[in-house]
T-cell receptor, first 119, second 115 residues
C-alpha cells in the first residue's frame, strides 16, 4: 500500500511569490491534515480536512489556505510568501471512517514533507 | 488551553541502557495520546498510542509508554537503547474535551544514543 505522497519535496521561492503544495493520502483515508515544522516552533497545526470539508484550522494568517478534492487529495497554498514561511510542510492522513472526530482513534500517517525555502 | 510539554530538548543515553523521554500534557477532557519518531529528512512515524484501558502501552521497535492520569504524563521508555534509536521524538495529544479534537504536538526531544 502506497504511503502519503507529497510534492514537490523541495522548492525555493522569493518573497511575495505564492506556492502550492500537494498531498496524496493513503488510499481509503478520508482525513488529511497539514503541519508546519520549524526548528524553533516544532509542529504547528495548519488545517484538517475530512470529505472535502475543513474541519479544523490552526492559528495561521489568511495567506495560508487549503482544500481537499473528492478523491481525498489535498493542496495547500501560501500566498505573498514571507521569509518566516520557510519550513518543512508535512501532510498527514488518517483512517477516519466516521465524520464524528471522537470516534477516530487512529494515528496519523505522515508524508516526507515539502521543504520550502523563501529567499 | 490545551498543551503538550516535552521538557528536555535532548536526551543522551549509552547504548544498552534504558531510556526515558518525558511528556506531560494539559487538556480539558480525556486525551488520546501518541508518540511519533522522526528520522532526518523524513516525515513522522507512529510509535504507539493510548486511547483507553491498560495504562502501559507497547509499540513499535520495543518502545513502551505509561499513561499516568494523576501526573498527566505519558513518558516514552525502552529497556535497552540502540544507536539506531537516535532520532527526534514527538509526543502528541488529541483533546476530546476541546470540541476541536485536533492534534497538539510537543516541541520534540532529540534522543542521542551513544555507542
Amino acid at each position: 500500500k502506497a504511503g502519503v505522497t507529497q510534492t514537490p519535496r523541495y522548492l525555493i521561492k522569493t518573497r511575495g511569490q505564492q506556492v502550492t503544495l500537494s498531498c496524496s493520502p493513503i488510499s481509503g483515508h478520508r482525513s488529511v491534515s497539514w503541519y508546519q515544522q520549524t526548528p524553533g516552533q516544532g509542529l504547528q497545526f495548519l488545517f484538517e480536512y475530512f470529505s472535502e470539508t475543513q474541519r479544523n484550522k490552526g492559528n495561521f494568517p489568511g495567506r495560508f489556505s487549503g482544500r481537499q478534492f473528492s478523491n481525498s487529495r489535498s493542496e495547500m497554498n501560501v500566498s505573498t510568501l514571507e521569509l518566516g514561511d520557510s519550513a518543512l510542510y508535512l501532510c498527514a492522513s488518517s483512517l477516519a471512517k466516521l465524520a464524528v472526530p471522537v470516534a477516530n482513534t487512529g494515528e496519523l500517517f505522515f508524508g516526507e514533507g515539502s521543504r520550502l525555502t523563501v529567499l | 488551553a490545551q498543551s503538550v510539554a516535552q521538557p528536555e530538548d535532548q536526551v543522551n543515553v549509552a547504548e544498552g541502557n534504558p531510556l526515558t523521554v518525558k511528556c506531560t500534557y494539559s487538556v480539558s477532557g480525556n486525551p488520546y495520546l501518541f508518540w511519533y519518531v522522526q528520522y532526518p529528512n523524513r516525515g513522522l512515524q507512529f510509535l504507539l498510542k493510548y486511547i483507553t484501558g491498560d495504562n502501559l502501552v507497547k509499540g513499535s521497535y520495543g518502545f513502551e509508554a505509561e499513561f499516568n492520569k494523576s501526573q498527566t504524563s505519558f513518558h516514552l521508555k525502552k529497556p535497552s537503547a540502540l544507536v539506531s534509536d537516535s532520532a527526534l521524538y514527538f509526543c502528541a495529544v488529541r483533546d476530546l474535551g476541546s470540541g476541536t479534537y485536533k492534534y497538539i504536538f510537543g516541541t520534540g526531544t532529540r534522543l542521542k544514543v551513544l555507542a
